[in-house]
T-cell receptor, first 114, second 117 residues
Framework: RKEVEQDPGPFNVPEGATVAFNCTYS??????FFWYRQDCRKEPKLLMS???SGNEDGRFTAQLNRASQYISLLIRDSKLSDSATYLC???????????????FGKGTHLIIQP | ETGVTQSPTHLIKTRGQQVTLRCSSQ?????VSWYQQALGQGPQFIFQ???????GRGNFPPRFSGLQFPNYSSELNVNALELDDSALYLC????????????????FGSGTQLSVL
């Protein structure tokens, strides 16, 4: 099983709809989780951290399910500008924390259609 | 903007050549990480430098090497280029020390697109 797995999509979603995608991770000792957004051939940018209690930032909600070892990202009222690749990032604990423990998934490609 | 700059933006090399990619981190960010992103893949961790010393390494051969300088700049060197080295190379800086939660929040540069022919 890969360390971090995502459905690559693409997810084609009409503008205004709600879309959700998951990411599974294999290391049960993982402590930190993030969602990054990457526009076509540009650099990834941090979208949000994922906390155990779940967290919300405007139209975006992230959830963590430790028992099943997955994190999710929900986007409500989707906008055309939400079209991007969403990268799941998990600290797989190579060194107990810090940047060198971060493992990226392949990303989920989201296309919002007018 | 993240305050992290990379140069050059694009580069074409031939198999067997050597290449040096450069990154300038945000002032105060003592940690720099380098990633390789092939088309359709997520970024793969190459290595990390903290205060001018290598502090962690991914599954990349020794022909991938790096340097970090006191002025928050760094380099990625790749020797004996192979066709599979064609990718987007990203550097990312972060605050704090390895092991800190703050160290995990990465600020990426816009990358260098390397093509090996």
């Amino acid at each position: 099983r890969k360390e971090v797995e995502q459905d690559p999509g693409p997810f084609n979603v009409p503008e205004g709809a709600t879309v959700a995608f998951n990411c599974t991770y294999s290391n049960s000792a993982s402590q930190s989780f993030f969602w990054y957004r990457q526009d076509c051939r540009k650099e990834p940018k941090l979208l949000m951290s994922v906390y155990s209690s779940g967290n919300e930032d405007g139209r975006f909600t992230a959830q963590l399910n430790r028992a099943s070892q997955y994190i999710s990202l929900l986007i409500r009222d989707s906008k055309l500008s939400d079209s991007a690749t969403y990268l799941c990032v998990v600290n797989t604990g190579r060194s107990g924390g810090g940047a060198d423990g971060l493992t990226f998934g392949k990303g989920t490609h989201l296309i919002i259609q007018p | 903007e993240t305050g992290v700059t990379q140069s050059p933006t694009h580069l074409i090399k031939t198999r067997g050549q050597q290449v040096t990619l450069r990154c300038s981190s945000q002032s105060g960010h003592n940690t720099v990480s380098w990633y390789q992103q092939a088309l359709g893949q997520g970024p793969q961790f190459i290595f990390q430098y903290y205060r001018e010393e290598e502090n962690g390494r991914g599954n990349f051969p020794p022909r991938f090497s790096g340097l970090q300088f006191p002025n928050y700049s760094s380099e990625l060197n790749v020797n004996a280029l192979e066709l599979d080295d064609s990718a987007l190379y990203l550097c990312a800086s972060s605050l704090g020390t390895p092991g800190d939660a703050t160290n995990e929040k990465l600020f990426f540069g816009s990358g260098t697109q390397l093509s090996v022919l």
